[in-house]
């Protein structure tokens, strides 16, 4: 059990490649942390290099207290479960798990007690005498975990250990990770590029984009409070709709004044944020699930707007209807029973507590 | 080999450090422990084969004086070798028939190993392996040893093929005695243990050739040549030219054949440059001649070799 | 080809049921007779020494025969050659050469092949295509100076040459997909092994030889065929009977005389070659593999 730091780490390929541009990151004992962002934003060479696997270019990655970054992946105490699985094609499933102890020489019984516990808390005691081949991708997943827990490590790696899995499969083994992590209690790091995954696992997130860190925090403060427009729109399925907007001030009050001449009314808390920002050509953020129809609205602040859809789809327990207007794709989340139909003009509703104004010049959230 | 392997092992004792086992020196090591285990292979390389090639061609400047294995009885002659080999009838015939044998007996064993392997592409898949299995024993027995069995099959009195002809009442073929047959008996032996060669190499590349492509091409309207000349051939070019430069490479330089079968007669006239250097080299002990015979091989191997290197390149990336 | 040209002249839209069906059988007839007739031919050589091998030497000796067939199968050829010393000590001598240079040749590959594999490092490309330029060396272009060599180390007229020298036939062959199949086992396996505490030869003797393990038997067995059958090196370096191995033994010492002793020769021609025949049908897929994986590989 140890915490994880990161001061000022840098990874530059030859030529000048930088796929880590001096990120910190500081990971408290026992805590589960999710590094998300797309293909390339250098979320899996920090874990690579975490686990001993990359060499550090430059910066410190500390494990426990100690700086590791001239210690090979052996001695630095970390487990890793690797999106193929990396399974000993050869060995048994037990062999599988018990090999990392072999090597450390640990008395036989040791390894036997260890191995057994782990296939129980993973419940595959019953394929421990089978060979990987035999497993199926969920089985094959629980080994690779398994392998990782009887090393009993300071820190547990994951790199995208889900996406080899079927939809279905995925959603079951992310509840499976989470619940071995709250029974071995492991500092965890954990790398994915799907942030349905990330916000439903981690303790905090680590929203990645092109080799920097985007912003740090809880699940929810990341999803009510983005810290900038990468953030805004990465984190959320459908993704967060952009329109260009001004804001503008009329007796005291403030506006957001979209494109189309639309003027929505600023609430109260948000005015003395804002204020400065005032006759600004900014970006105006409102979620999907907050842009809506009367039917599923009785909140305060309410602005309407008038829109037309282009396409409508039903998906059982919502409807999502997508619009194009000023040059912007906006979604929004209607209630099943609204009836909407392509070409006929609907009125929504924008939640406007939960709206964002996004500064376009440096795309920070206001 | 224990030297690296202490090397390695010796690590955690060393880890414990922190600082001062760096991965760079994780990473030096690498190539310590690389080089080590590469060693052997480099032993191999240069002292068995560059030392040599080196050596064959100091050797090839070399003039013997007495029959004797020392080197000081042998006097510098720059390229005197070269230049008596390029008066001498024999070596010219020897260069000719080498080239004669090595591209029709290639030619033959392409043709027919692809043959094969189409026909074997064709029947059921069940019955391939047992067909697969039956038609590649020419290959598997040392061909010194089935030589010798051709030797017997083309022997003068007691040829078993002439009877196989006499049934058909077609004439004996004096197969070993007369020149030209005697080429032809050596090219039959060589096609006969090559063949199959080729056979497995084109079953292959053809069995690597996606059946979608086929339908595909039946649908554009593609008829059974058209889909051998417009998708079987150019998706197994590759593979078919460098088997084709490969077996060119080994036929060239054959020895065993033509050294169990006519030991180079009659007269001479059926030496290659392998059987030609080892009379001149070994039999006749003028080693510096020898070897300047076997170096004329070179180039063309070279060329060869070239060639083959490239397409096993280009093979490589495109499955990449 | 020729059975499918008849596709290209379309009668008419009735036609085409029928003509399809017939089509294919005619394919089916044109695959099985050129197998069939490239059996016989392929085939018929190692019979007819089998044949030769079984029959007496007056039978062997009548004209009148048919030769192809045995009227009265006899085993004293066998007899005579197993009973015959300097075969023995053929026989062992080729044991010898070929156990050695197998177990060296698999040494020497396995370990270089992990390391051009896993374990980049300068020059370590270079190595590589020297590697495959070694094996497209013909034996035939070398053995000259290589008999200087030999010679030079007192190991003409020994075994010990030949085991010397053979591993220039096998090595760099074997090397050569054993690079190929080494390369194919995923890369986060060693790292994974990385991370489990294991070494480079942990790695390599645990993990990668193991997973391997076909890539192994295929070059092992090329080893094995390649040195049993070796004829140039031994045919140059080895004159005294007694240090021969079985392909010049059979070639050189039972073909002797003017008449020749075509029974016994045909006997020792197919005992000598039996151990590779052997392989080869217990290893079919394996020795297959191997054959191909030099084009394909690596």
Redesign the interface.
């Known amino acids: 059990m140890a915490q994880v730091s990161l001061r000022k780490i840098v990874k530059a390929y030859e030529g000048d490649v930088q796929a880590v541009k001096g990120i910190n990151l500081e990971i408290d004992d026992h805590e589960f942390v999710v590094l998300v962002g797309p293909s390339g934003c250098g979320k899996s060479t920090t874990l690579r290099m975490i686990a001993g696997l990359e060499e550090i270019t430059d910066g410190e990655i500390a494990i426990g207290g100690a700086v590791v970054n001239d210690i090979p992946p052996r001695d630095r105490d970390i487990a890793m479960v690797f999106q193929n699985y990396a399974l000993y094609p050869h060995m048994s499933v037990y062999d599988n798990m018990a090999f990392g102890l072999t090597l450390r020489k640990f008395p036989k019984a040791e390894i036997d007690k260890r191995v057994k516990e782990a296939a129980r808390i993973l419940d595959i005691t019953p394929l421990l005498e089978r060979k990987p081949k035999a497993l199926s991708g969920g089985q094959r997943q629980r080994v690779a975990m398994g392998r990782a827990i009887v090393r009993d490590p300071k820190v547990f790696l994951f790199d995208e250990p889900l996406s080899n899995l079927d939809a279905k499969l995925r959603v079951q083994m992310r509840t499976e990770i989470k619940k071995v992590h709250q029974t071995v209690r492991t500092t965890t790091v954990y790398v994915t590029h799907d942030q349905v995954e990330a916000m439903t696992l981690a303790d905090r997130v680590v929203v990645m984009n092109q080799g920097i860190i985007e912003q740090v925090g809880p699940p929810q403060e990341l999803y009510h409070h983005p810290a900038t427009k990468f953030v805004a729109g990465f984190i959320g399925s459908p993704a967060m709709n952009f329109m260009p907007a001004r804001l503008e001030e009329a007796s005291g009050a403030l506006n957001v004044t979209l494109a189309n001449g639309t003027s929505l009314p600023v609430p109260d808390s948000r005015s003395a944020r804002y204020r400065p920002h005032v006759g600004k050509a900014l970006l105006f953020g409102i979620r999907p699930e907050h842009l809506t129809d009367e039917k599923t609205m009785d909140k305060d602040n309410l602005a309407p707007l008038s829109l037309t859809p282009e396409v409508i789809e039903p998906m059982g327990m919502e409807t999502l209807a997508h619009f194009r207007q000023d040059g912007a794709e906006i979604t929004a989340r209607l209630d099943p029973a609204t009836p909407a139909e392509v070409g006929v003009p609907l009125r929504l509703l924008a939640h406007m507590d939960q709206m964002h104004l996004i500064d376009p010049t440096n795309d920070k959230v206001l | 080999m224990a030297a690296d392997g202490s090397m390695a092992v010796s690590a955690p004792a060393t880890a414990g450090n922190g600082r001062a086992n760096s991965l760079q020196r994780f990473a030096r090591r690498r190539s310590t422990i690389a080089f080590f285990m590469t060693l052997p292979l480099l032993v191999v390389i240069v002292g068995l084969v560059a030392y040599p090639a080196g050596y064959g061609i100091y050797l090839s400047t070399l003039n013997r004086r007495m029959t004797s294995f020392m080197e000081g009885d042998w006097l510098p002659t720059g390229l005197g070798n070269f230049e008596i080999l390029f008066g001498s009838d024999t070596f010219w015939m020897v260069v000719w028939q080498s080239c004669i044998f090595a591209i029709s007996a290639v030619l033959l064993k392409a043709l027919i190993g692809f043959w094969l392997a189409h026909m074997l592409h064709h029947i059921p898949t069940k019955g391939q392996r047992k067909w697969r299995g039956m038609l590649l024993i020419p290959w598997v027995i040392p061909p010194a040893l089935s030589t010798l069995g051709w030797w017997w099959m083309f022997d003068p009195s007691y040829s078993a093929i002439n009877w196989v002809l006499n049934v058909f009442a077609v004439p004996a073929v004096p197969w070993l005695g007369e020149p030209w047959w005697a080429r032809a008996s050596v090219i039959i032996v060589n096609v006969w243990y090559g063949a199959p060669f080729f056979m497995i190499m084109y079953l292959a590349a053809l069995k690597s050739v996606p059946d979608q492509l086929y339908e595909a091409a039946a649908i554009d309207g593609a008829t059974g040549w058209q889909k051998l000349r417009y998708v079987t051939l150019p998706m197994m070019a590759n593979i078919i030219s460098i088997t084709v430069l490969f077996s060119l490479i080994v036929t060239f330089a054959n020895y065993d054949i033509v050294r169990v079968l006519t030991n180079g007669g009659p007269r001479d006239l059926t030496h290659v440059f392998a059987s030609y250097a080892f009379q001149v080299g070994i039999l006749s002990s003028n080693i510096p001649r020898g070897a300047a015979v076997s170096l004329f091989m070179f180039p063309i191997l070279a060329v060869c070799a070239f060639f083959v290197l490239r397409g096993v390149t280009r093979r490589n990336k495109e499955q990449m | 080809?020729s059975?499918?040209?008849a596709?290209?002249d379309i009668p008419g839209i009735y036609h085409k049921a029928g003509s399809l069906r017939s089509e294919r059988r005619w394919?089916?007839w044109?695959?099985?007779v050129?197998?069939i007739i490239?059996?016989i031919?392929?085939?018929?050589?190692?019979f007819?020494?089998l044949v030769?091998s079984f029959k007496t030497n007056a039978e062997?000796?009548d004209?009148s025969l048919?030769?192809?067939l045995i009227r009265s199968p006899t085993f004293e050829h066998y007899a005579a050659i197993l009973s015959n010393p300097i075969f023995i000590r053929f026989f062992i001598n080729s044991c010898i050469v070929t156990a050695c240079v197998v177990v060296l040749t698999m040494?020497?590959?396995v370990?270089?092949a992990?390391?051009?594999a896993r374990?980049r490092?300068?020059g370590?490309q270079v190595?590589a295509?020297?590697?495959?330029?070694?094996y497209?060396?013909?034996?035939?272009?070398?053995?000259?100076?290589?008999?200087?060599?030999v010679?030079?180390l007192g190991l003409l007229n020994s075994v010990w040459g030949l085991v010397?020298?053979y591993?220039?036939l096998t090595?760099?062959f074997c090397?050569w997909i054993m690079i190929g199949y080494f390369a194919s086992i995923?890369k986060?396996?060693d790292?994974?092994?990385?991370?489990?505490?294991?070494?480079?030869?942990?790695m390599l003797l645990?993990?990668f030889v193991?997973?391997a393990?076909p890539g192994i038997i295929a070059a092992t067995i090329f080893a094995f065929?390649v040195s049993?059958?070796a004829?140039?090196y031994p045919?140059?370096f080895v004159t005294t009977a007694e240090q021969m191995p079985l392909?010049?033994g059979?070639?050189s010492q039972l073909?002797r005389g003017d008449t020749f002793a075509?029974g016994q020769?045909?006997a020792g021609?197919?005992m000598?070659?039996l151990p590779?025949?052997i392989i080869?049908?217990f290893l079919?897929d394996y020795?297959?593999a191997g054959?191909?994986a030099?084009?394909?590989k690596?």
């Open positions: 080809m059975a499918t040209a596709g290209r394919a089916m044109t695959a099985y050129s197998l490239a059996a031919i392929f085939l018929a050589p190692p007819y020494m030769t062997i000796a004209y048919n030769p192809w040494v020497i590959s370990l270089a992990f390391a051009l374990m490092f300068w370590s190595l295509t020297g590697v495959f330029l070694t497209l060396v013909p034996d035939t272009l070398l053995f000259i100076p290589l008999y200087q060599i010679g030079g010397l020298v591993p220039t090595v760099p090397t995923p986060e396996l790292e994974a092994a990385l991370i489990d505490g294991a070494n480079w030869m942990q645990k993990i193991p997973v393990m065929t049993w059958a004829f140039v045919t140059a392909t010049i059979v070639v073909v075509w020769i045909m021609a197919l000598a070659a590779p025949v080869y049908a079919m020795y297959i054959l191909t030099g084009a394909t690596g």
